[in-house]
């Protein structure tokens, strides 16, 4: 719970990430040493930092800086002297409470620095702000342990060698490198949402991690427009998590789940973060508009009662912001819904010749689907077929299969 304030806050002395996250493992394990015998104390956060920073400053003057960076550390040079009495936790406590926000708002921009790779982001920002372990990155992305654990220190060495500064960016590199941020977030939550590969067709705890690091985000940042709705985004896909499986762990789509099983907590709260977004004027924003139309989803008792013409409309200026394949397909399902399926199906066909589609499951999916509800069905049986051979992802492949069977 404490890692990634008390890695951020010695970041902030040493400059240095790898360094930060080492001295914090080093302050947890005294604690174990410590607590063991003496107890736990009363305010354990508080303690975890100051011992933390007291290696830190250790290690600064092991290695005889510059003068100039002893000028930077300021009262905590002071510090080093001093013993943990409870009255320095107690200031100390106080202070970090100051400028903790600026500290983990500092290590979220820094480990989703655009020179590293979005893989590499991703799996340092889970490691140091969510606080898992290298085999639990590892298993929730199934890939082997050595790649994670290559691809974290992999990380730390460029931000290292690049001189990546450990500060928020000024306001005129803010706007990209906040882009850089909300992606990695989105993509955290996108592989639990959906997952790639695997026996599993969720992993609920990635979009866990996801929706708190973007909590937290949103509260360091309340002026950003699109860190609320991508946090109002969230929230409401996370709603439905409950309905998308049945009891087997089965896939359930949009259009055949209870949504009497999709948590109202969740639809208030992403409801309540698109509110903030739209008064702050982002109403367009990428993740926004995605919010929008979950939002039109949520608010509808059932599919017939989907007011899918404001989709199809939502689905527009999502392509004039962020005009994708992907995007586009999506957008031919609510064609479907609004229009019928062949006017969606002339879309589709358009999207074959895309070759960012050609490995995509999910075109021939949406095609077969077309094709069933026109009524050719050999066709779809064979892009059922084709879209099961695609996936990488066990209860999507038998899903797709199971509705190929369907065709006859």
């Given at each position: 719970m404490e890692s990634a304030k008390v890695i951020a806050s010695v970041a902030r002395v040493v400059r240095d990430v790898a360094l930060a996250e080492e001295l914090a493992q080093d302050a947890f394990v005294a604690a174990?040493?410590?607590?063991?015998?003496?107890?736990?104390?009363?305010?354990?956060?508080?303690?975890?930092?100051?011992?933390?920073?007291?290696?830190?400053?250790?290690?600064?003057?092991?290695?005889?800086?510059?003068?100039?960076?002893?000028?930077?550390?300021?009262?905590?040079?002071?510090?080093?002297?001093?013993?943990?009495?409870?009255?320095?936790?107690?200031?100390?406590?106080?202070?970090?409470?100051?400028?903790?926000?600026?500290?983990?708002?500092?290590?979220?921009?820094?480990?989703?620095?655009?020179?590293?790779?979005?893989?590499?982001?991703?799996?340092?920002?889970?490691?140091?702000?969510?606080?898992?372990?290298?085999?639990?990155?590892?298993?929730?992305?199934?890939?082997?342990?050595?790649?994670i654990a290559q691809r974290i220190v992999r990380a730390k060495r460029t931000l290292t060698a690049a001189r990546v500064p450990f500060e928020v960016p000024q306001a005129d590199a803010r706007a990209a490198r906040l882009a850089s941020v909300l992606e990695v977030i989105y993509l955290i939550f996108n592989e639990g949402y959906s997952a790639t590969?695997?026996?599993?067709?969720?992993?609920?705890?990635?979009?866990?991690?996801?929706?708190?690091?973007?909590?937290?985000?949103?509260?360091?940042?309340?002026t950003e427009s699109e860190v609320h709705g991508l946090v109002a985004l969230m929230e409401i896909q996370a709603s439905r998590t409950k309905a998308r499986v049945d009891a087997q762990g089965r896939p359930i789509l949009l259009l055949d789940q209870d949504r009497s099983r999709w948590d109202p907590l969740l639809i208030r709260r992403g409801l309540t973060a698109l509110q903030r977004s739209e008064t702050l004027g982002g109403g367009r924003g990428v993740y926004a508009v995605q919010a929008a139309l979950a939002a039109c989803h949520a608010r509808a008792p059932s599919a017939d009662a989907t007011d899918w013409l404001m989709i199809v409309a939502l689905y527009d200026a999502l392509m004039q912001t962020a005009p994708t394949p992907v995007v586009e397909l999506n957008r031919a399902v609510a064609v479907s819904m609004a229009y019928g399926p062949q006017a969606a199906l002339?879309?589709?066909?358009?999207?074959?010749?895309?070759?960012?589609?050609?490995?995509?499951?999910?075109?021939?999916?949406?095609?077969?689907?077309?094709?069933?509800?026109?009524?050719?069905?050999?066709?779809?049986?064979?892009?059922?077929?084709?879209?099961?051979?695609?996936?990488r992802n066990a209860r999507e492949q038998a899903f797709l299969l199971g509705r190929a069977e369907e065709m006859g």
């Open positions: 174990l040493e410590h607590w063991t015998d003496a107890g736990v104390p009363d305010k354990p956060g508080a303690w975890l930092m100051t011992t933390a920073k007291n290696k830190a400053l250790d290690r600064l003057r092991q290695h005889t800086l510059h003068a100039r960076k002893h000028e930077e550390l300021g009262r905590d040079l002071d510090a080093q002297e001093m013993h943990i009495t409870p009255d320095f936790v107690d200031a100390l406590d106080a202070a970090r409470e100051d400028d903790i926000g600026d500290d983990l708002l500092r290590l979220i921009f820094t480990a989703c620095h655009p020179v590293l790779s979005v893989d590499a982001r991703a799996a340092l920002t889970l490691r140091l702000l969510g606080g898992l372990t290298t085999d639990e990155i590892a298993r929730a992305f199934l890939v082997p342990e050595p790649t590969a695997g026996d599993d067709w969720m992993r609920p705890a990635l979009c866990e991690d996801a929706l708190r690091l973007g909590r937290i985000l949103a509260e360091l940042m309340p002339d879309i589709v066909d358009d999207l074959r010749k895309e070759p960012a589609l050609r490995t995509y499951p999910w075109l021939p999916s949406v095609r077969a689907d077309l094709l069933a509800k026109l009524g050719r069905k050999d066709e779809a049986r064979e892009e059922f077929a084709r879209a099961a051979a695609l996936t």
